[in-house]
């Protein structure tokens, strides 16, 4: 596993190029042409030193423009470049903000197909986040060689209020999938088959009124292929807050590469509005993970897997996580644990 996947343990939110935080005002938001231009130099550049300055550009920008986990996961691949350990800092920080409560969704958009551009700007880092060593690869480590797809998303789930229970000031839920292929040549694939060098994300598309809004991609760590993530499960409950009601996702994506490493997670995300009209949504929060590893060796080295289910309920106004039980096997020796949790997450909507 790459230096790159082993800090992307963080939300992956990949918004778009326009998004501007409700509310914000149009002098503090920089020309989404700079975004664009941003890309462009990412997918330009050769060298380490390069990818990590045009990397924390692109942050920076993400960040004034309302797409706020975007740059956080940028912070984090800038970190993993150049490993300096202040741009990880950066990154922490900037996520555990956005953990106490709610983000508004980006947008408005007139259709959910018109958020593809913007998606293509943001996700398309396959050509930064797959290379072992910069130094030895002479591929470029920028994106000219991926292929985004979104024009035609694999839709995972579709909900209307027509034929739907969903909370007040939501019309319309689309959970899509979108994807970034890896057309890179074989030599630099080393084990991994085709279908495990891409990146897949999960995005959802909440309508309300005429206008669509779009959330940030509720895998919180990368997967890589389509055929790996899943919605496991929606309901509408209430959060015991004023009676407001909110749609619960529970989403499932893997990270297998080969038959040599396999890792399963499941998290879980909020969705809900509040005072401001505008749909709001809170960060991925892992509820469940399988992860088991082959390493190689001669002779065959002892296969481990470890399982963790973190027990989760809704009420008073929160997400509260108590417990987590985990299972680990290591040489065919199985160990098992509960440990006591107290993680509270808001679902103060704004």
């Known amino acids: 596993m790459t230096a790159h996947r082993i800090v992307l343990v963080a939300v992956s939110s990949l918004i778009a190029a326009r998004i501007a935080m409700p509310g914000a005002t149009a002098s503090a938001e920089p020309d989404p042409g700079e975004l664009a231009k941003a890309a462009a130099t990412l997918a330009q550049a050769t060298t380490p030193e390069q990818v990590t300055r ?38 922490l920080a900037l996520r555990a903000r956005l953990r106490r409560a709610p983000t508004r969704l980006g947008g408005p958009y007139a259709s959910v197909a018109a958020m593809c551009p913007d998606l293509a700007a943001m996700e398309d880092r396959v050509g930064v986040d797959s290379h072992d060593d910069p130094g030895e690869n002479p591929a470029p480590p920028g994106c000219g060689r991926c292929e985004f797809v979104c024009e035609a998303p694999t839709e995972l789930l579709h909900l209307d209020h027509s034929h739907h229970d969903l909370p007040a000031g939501t019309d319309e839920v689309v959970v899509l999938a979108s994807r970034s292929l890896d057309r890179a040549p074989p030599y630099i694939r080393n084990h991994s088959a ?5 990146e897949a994300f999960i995005n959802v598309a909440v309508r309300a009124g005429d206008d669509w809004y779009l959330a940030p991609a509720v895998n919180g760590a990368e997967s890589w292929r389509v055929a790996g993530v899943s919605v496991l499960e929606s309901r509408v409950q209430a959060t015991g807050e004023h009676a407001r009601r909110a749609l619960v996702l529970r989403v499932a994506y893997d990270r297998e ?32 993970a399988s992860e088991r590893d082959s390493p190689y060796g001669d002779p065959p080295q002892c296969e481990t897997e470890t399982d963790a289910t973190r027990a989760w309920s809704i009420g008073g106004g929160a997400l509260r996580v108590t417990r987590v039980t985990t299972t680990s096997t ?19 909507f704004p």
């Open 330 to 348: 290591a040489c065919e020796r199985s160990k098992r644990r509960t440990s006591a949790l107290s993680e509270r997450y808001s679902l103060a």
């Open 257 to 288: 590469r080969s038959e040599r490493f396999s890792w399963h997670y499941q998290d879980v995300v909020v969705i809900g509005v509040g005072r401001s009209g505008v749909p709001s949504i809170t960060a991925p929060i892992r509820v469940a």
């Open 54 to 91: 045009a990397t924390v550009h692109l942050a920076e920008l993400e960040e004034a423009m309302g797409a706020p986990w975007a740059a956080a996961l940028d912070l984090d691949r800038a970190a993993a470049w150049s490993k300096d350990r202040d741009l990880g800092e950066r990154g």
């Open 194 to 198: 085709e279908e495990y060098y891409d």
